[in-house]
């Protein structure tokens, strides 16, 4: 009980500058690395039962048990971003990728927000500021704006919509709203692309071409109409007139963690399971989601799951930790997985209790450490394309 109140006074001192001098040095990750899993609970309890609501503790679905474990919220990117907008904390713990740690950083840190703060900047701190996406840093901003560049000398690129989806970094975000675009999750890509539709004739679609075309597909566009824009190729390995005459131009990145399903054993689990449904996350590729009884976000694959009857055979193509808590979480429920092996995604795995741990104590004795700051002038931009998932 002291210490708590020791910390809290320390933290209004800060508040109320009385403190010039920081009174405690920042700890090092080796600090927490070897301790036991309980040891790191009872600290991050102590220190959210002293912060109220001034912490909030989000993770993704993707990240390990013993993050989600302690999270306040658990969901998809749209869920994540739109926890992060309506939070009243002032310092973010977020389980997750850098992406998202940007996305909360942009909608917590409007001028609305800051002002009902007191002026006070929200803090969005990372366990492990190393983890990213691979599909998000498949485009950079330099790359979308010389993309911009090659298609303006066959199109008129005012009859395009650049969408990205959220899994982008705040420049490719940035760069969409820009240019009079949104950003889309898998929840809402549909509706994010019929309504860029209703403004303008054509789409452009970054970093993921898998999302972007099962979308445009469903949608009603013509495999005809759409060109995947090839990396490192000159036009991106198309033709003057394919440009010219493409509805949907896709920049052809992909997740590597939902590339591994296998066309193969999702017909031998539907031949020894006669009734079994398929059901995928649209990050994969084209052929399985077109095997599939189903496709969508994090969320909705969830709720099939969930809302399956008793001795349903379920097989589920999406990050192998979720698939995993799914059949501890359903036991009477068969759930499979479409794959040779698993496919975990390694940045989601990165957070971990005892990183954890070390970030959160850190930030509560004054010295915050993880810190995911946007730039003021890209965070503009970018808000102007994020105000669709609000
Ligand atoms: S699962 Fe794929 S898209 Fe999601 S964070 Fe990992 S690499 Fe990125």
């Given at each position: 009980?002291?210490?708590?109140?020791?910390?809290?006074?320390?933290?209004?001192?800060?508040?109320?500058?009385?403190?010039?001098?920081?009174?405690?040095?920042?700890?090092?990750?080796?600090?927490?690395?070897?301790?036991?899993?309980?040891?790191?609970?009872?600290?991050?309890?102590?220190?959210?039962?002293?912060?109220?609501?001034?912490?909030?503790?989000?993770?993704?679905?993707?990240?390990?048990?013993?993050?989600?474990?302690?999270?306040?919220?658990?969901?998809?990117?749209?869920?994540?971003?739109?926890?992060?907008?309506?939070?009243?904390?002032?310092?973010?713990?977020?389980?997750?990728?850098?992406?998202?740690?940007?996305?909360?950083?942009?909608?917590?840190?409007?001028?609305?927000?800051?002002?009902?703060?007191?002026?006070?900047?929200?803090?969005?701190?990372?366990?492990?500021?190393?983890?990213?996406c691979p599909m998000?840093?498949m485009?950079?901003?330099?790359?979308?704006?010389?993309?911009?560049?090659?298609?303006?000398?066959?199109?008129?690129?005012?009859?395009?919509?650049?969408?990205?989806?959220?899994n982008?970094?705040?420049?490719?975000?940035?760069?969409?709203?820009?240019?009079?675009?949104?950003?889309?999750?898998?929840?809402?890509?549909?509706?994010?692309?019929?309504?860029?539709?209703?403004?303008?004739?054509?789409?452009?679609?970054?970093p993921d071409s898998r999302l972007?075309m099962t979308?445009?597909?469903?949608?009603?566009?013509?495999?005809?109409?759409?060109?995947t824009?090839?990396?490192?190729?000159?036009?991106?390995?198309?033709?003057?007139?394919?440009?010219?005459?493409?509805?949907?131009?896709?920049?052809g990145g992909y997740c590597c963690v939902h590339q591994r399903f296998s066309e193969e054993i999702v017909?031998?689990?539907?031949?020894?399971?006669?009734?079994?449904?398929?059901?995928v996350h649209p990050e994969a590729p084209r052929n399985i989601v077109e095997l599939s009884?189903?496709y969508?976000?994090?969320?909705?694959?969830?709720?099939?799951?969930?809302?399956?009857?008793?001795?349903?055979?379920?097989?589920?193509g999406t990050e192998w930790?979720?698939?995993?808590?799914?059949?501890?979480?359903?036991?009477?429920?068969?759930?499979?997985f479409p794959a040779e092996k698993p496919s975990v995604c390694l940045?989601?795995?990165?957070?971990?209790?005892?990183?954890?741990?070390?970030?959160?104590?850190?930030?509560?004795?004054?010295?915050?450490?993880?810190?995911?700051?946007?730039?003021?002038?890209?965070?503009?931009?970018?808000?102007?394309?994020?105000?669709?998932?609000?």
């Open positions: 009980m002291f210490r708590i109140l020791a910390r809290k006074r320390f933290i209004r001192n800060i508040k109320h500058k009385k403190l010039l001098i920081v009174a405690t040095r920042v700890k090092e990750l080796d600090n927490y690395a070897n301790l036991p899993n309980d040891e790191l609970r009872a600290k991050i309890a102590e220190i959210r039962a002293a912060a109220g609501e001034r912490l909030t503790i989000l993770a993704h679905y993707y990240a390990p048990d013993e993050v989600v474990e302690i999270a306040d919220y658990i969901g998809d990117s749209l869920g994540l971003a739109q926890a992060a907008a309506a939070s009243p904390a002032e310092a973010v713990l977020f389980c997750g990728v850098r992406f998202m740690l940007e996305t909360a950083d942009i909608l917590m840190n409007r001028p609305d927000k800051i002002a009902s703060r007191g002026g006070k900047r929200a803090i969005v701190m990372a366990p492990d500021p190393s983890a990213g998000a840093d485009i950079t901003a330099e790359q979308a704006e010389d993309w911009k560049r090659q298609l303006e000398e066959h199109v008129d690129f005012s009859e395009f919509t650049p969408i990205t989806y959220v982008s970094s705040s420049e490719t975000k940035a760069f969409c709203g820009r240019h009079g675009g949104a950003v889309c999750t898998s929840a809402n890509a549909e509706e994010v692309v019929r309504k860029a539709f209703e403004r303008r004739p054509k789409l452009l679609f970054m972007g979308t445009s597909l469903a949608l009603g566009v013509m495999p005809e109409e759409i060109v824009w090839r990396l490192n190729q000159p036009l991106g390995g198309a033709t003057p007139d394919e440009i010219k005459s493409a509805k949907v131009i896709l920049w017909r031998k689990i539907k031949e020894n399971n006669p009734g079994a449904k398929f059901w009884d189903g969508g976000s994090t969320t909705k694959l969830l709720d099939v799951v969930a809302k399956a009857e008793p001795g349903a055979v379920l097989a589920i930790k979720l698939v995993d808590r799914m059949r501890r979480q359903n036991p009477d429920k068969t759930i499979l940045d989601m795995s990165k957070s971990t209790l005892a990183k954890a741990a070390w970030t959160l104590e850190n930030w509560f004795e004054g010295n915050p450490i993880n810190v995911v700051r946007t730039p003021d002038d890209v965070a503009e931009d970018a808000y102007c394309a994020l105000e669709s998932l609000l």
